[in-house]
């Protein structure tokens, strides 16, 4: 079966709006070689990881925003190719924050037996606006509107803990923003930065 012929499968959480196929792969002595296509929808992150091997990466359509362990911003435009370091001193996220998606063909220089990447917790470089998301739980939490059926979901839950809906909403909202902490705060991080550019156009 051709390689074109192989489907894009999502990829797993903490991976976002992201999917991929594995091209082909052989063993060359301890290591695997592994060629895999990935995209990334807009709005999409691979989540934070590392990988066990070197990667040699090629954006093939797109601007991918690329940061490191510092979280410096660091984005690589269709035509380029980088070099992904190996080990966990050398972590880093895969997002679009552009408005078409990015695709990718990357190189593995993996040891044999050993997964694509390992996932880890964001760097705690990576949450300066933790606090936008708080005010957006407290927000939504008060403003929520819901069906009949949710409503009584609601009620019955309240009445069954002793806590009002309010707070039952906050925590049910808290929990979906931080599941997916990395793509709001991405999609802010551009949202802020294309407002910087209108008012420096303005002036």
């Given at each position: 079966m051709?390689?074109?012929?192989?489907?894009?499968?999502?990829?797993?959480?903490p991976a976002y709006r992201t999917a991929s196929r594995v091209l082909f792969r052989f063993p060359l002595g301890r290591h695997t070689i592994i060629a895999r296509q990935t995209v990334i929808a807009p709005g999409g992150t691979s989540g934070w990881h590392y990988h066990d091997g070197t990667l040699l990466v090629l954006v093939t359509r797109g601007t991918l925003d690329h940061p490191g362990p510092d979280c410096t911003p660091v984005t690589y435009r269709r035509g380029r190719i980088f070099r992904e370091p190996s080990g966990p001193t050398h972590p880093h996220a895969a997002r679009?924050?552009?408005p078409?998606?990015?695709t990718l063909f990357a190189l593995y220089?993996?040891?044999i037996n050993t997964p694509l990447?390992?996932?880890?917790?964001?760097?705690?470089?990576?949450?300066?606006l933790t606090w936008y998301l708080t005010g957006i739980i407290q927000v939504m939490a008060m403003t929520l509107r819901?069906?009949?059926?949710d409503d009584r979901m609601l009620?019955?839950?309240?009445?069954?803990?002793g806590r009002s809906k309010q707070e039952i909403a906050k925590e049910a909202i808290h929990l979906h923003l931080t599941a997916n902490q990395e793509v709001f705060e991405a999609m802010l991080a551009r949202s802020m930065e294309r407002h910087a550019e209108l008012l420096e156009r303005l002036a």
């Amino acid at each position: 079966m051709s390689w074109r012929d192989r489907k894009l499968r999502p990829n797993a959480a903490p991976a976002y709006r992201t999917a991929s196929r594995v091209l082909f792969r052989f063993p060359l002595g301890r290591h695997t070689i592994i060629a895999r296509q990935t995209v990334i929808a807009p709005g999409g992150t691979s989540g934070w990881h590392y990988h066990d091997g070197t990667l040699l990466v090629l954006v093939t359509r797109g601007t991918l925003d690329h940061p490191g362990p510092d979280c410096t911003p660091v984005t690589y435009r269709r035509g380029r190719i980088f070099r992904e370091p190996s080990g966990p001193t050398h972590p880093h996220a895969a997002r679009n924050l552009g408005p078409i998606p990015v695709t990718l063909f990357a190189l593995y220089l993996n040891p044999i037996n050993t997964p694509l990447s390992h996932h880890i917790p964001p760097p705690n470089c990576a949450a300066p606006l933790t606090w936008y998301l708080t005010g957006i739980i407290q927000v939504m939490a008060m403003t929520l509107r819901l069906d009949d059926d949710d409503d009584r979901m609601l009620t019955e839950a309240a009445a069954r803990t002793g806590r009002s809906k309010q707070e039952i909403a906050k925590e049910a909202i808290h929990l979906h923003l931080t599941a997916n902490q990395e793509v709001f705060e991405a999609m802010l991080a551009r949202s802020m930065e294309r407002h910087a550019e209108l008012l420096e156009r303005l002036a």
